[in-house]
């Protein structure tokens, strides 16, 4: 398998402007997970989907902020409008069963000027 | 609910001395533990896991790790530090209900030649 492919891999747009980030889970998972991770804050999980849905979204900063998985092979993490204290990277993991093992992809790195 | 501490954010060693990264959790129930690495611009790689059975675990890259519950520790070692060790490692809880993990603050190793 390829692992878990997060696209783009590295991003840089303007202030106010829309973000779509992209993931793509390992083949037969069925745990996804957002993480963002920045000096400051370390790694903080974003939101949690089990079998494309979503479970917990606490950690999702603002309503800025949305997630979606329409099925079990895509996720997008949106940014709208966005600023510049959203720059960080942004990984996306997935997992199966117990124990709940990570895997993580290669991130996605967020530059907003 | 679980938490996670890595004591010291930062450790050096010279190359081939002993490893010793802490980690400490808590955890009302019976936890699985976790360490990650992740090198510069990659994502977090699995090393090690607990899950059940025997508190001695052996990883990749000659790391192992002893989950000692009267001490709610799960440190990592290794015996000789390597150059290619040089990278930022991550402690990890979860229950065995749960699906997510909880991560420390991370521990940046540098190795001095």
């Known amino acids: 398998d390829a692992g878990v492919i997060q696209s783009p891999r590295h991003e840089v747009t303007e202030m106010g402007q829309e973000v779509t980030l992209r993931c793509k889970p390992i083949?037969?998972?069925?745990?996804l997970f957002w993480y963002r991770q920045t000096m400051m804050r370390g790694l903080e999980l974003l939101i949690y989907?089990?079998?494309?849905?979503?479970?917990?979204d606490s950690g999702m900063p603002e309503d800025r902020f949305s997630a979606k998985m329409p099925n079990a092979s895509f996720s997008t993490l949106k940014i709208q409008p966005s600023e510049p204290r959203d720059s960080a990277v942004y990984f996306c993991?997935?997992?199966?069963?117990?124990?709940?093992?990570?895997?993580f992809g290669q991130g996605t790195r967020l530059t907003v000027v | 609910a679980q938490s996670v501490t890595q004591l010291g954010s930062h450790v050096s060693v010279s190359e081939g001395a002993l490893v010793l990264l802490r980690c400490n959790y808590s955890?009302?129930?019976?936890?699985?533990l976790f360490w990650y690495v992740q090198y510069p611009n990659q994502g977090l790689q699995l090393l090690l896991k607990?899950?059940?059975?025997?508190?001695l675990v052996k990883g990749i890259n000659g790391f192992e790790a002893e989950f000692k519950k009267s001490e709610t520790s799960f440190h990592l070692t290794k015996p000789s530090a390597h150059m290619s060790d040089a990278a930022e490692y991550f402690c990890?809880?979860?229950?065995?209900?749960?699906?997510?993990?909880?991560f420390g603050g991370g521990t940046r190793l540098m190795v001095k030649p």
């Open positions: 993991a997935s997992s199966l069963g117990r124990p709940p093992e990570a895997f």
């Open positions: 083949s037969g998972h069925n745990s």
């Open positions: 989907f089990n079998n494309n849905v979503p479970i917990d």
């Open positions: 955890s009302s129930v019976p936890p699985y």
């Open positions: 607990y899950t059940t059975g025997a508190t």
């Open positions: 990890a809880v979860t229950t065995h209900a749960g699906n997510m993990l909880t």
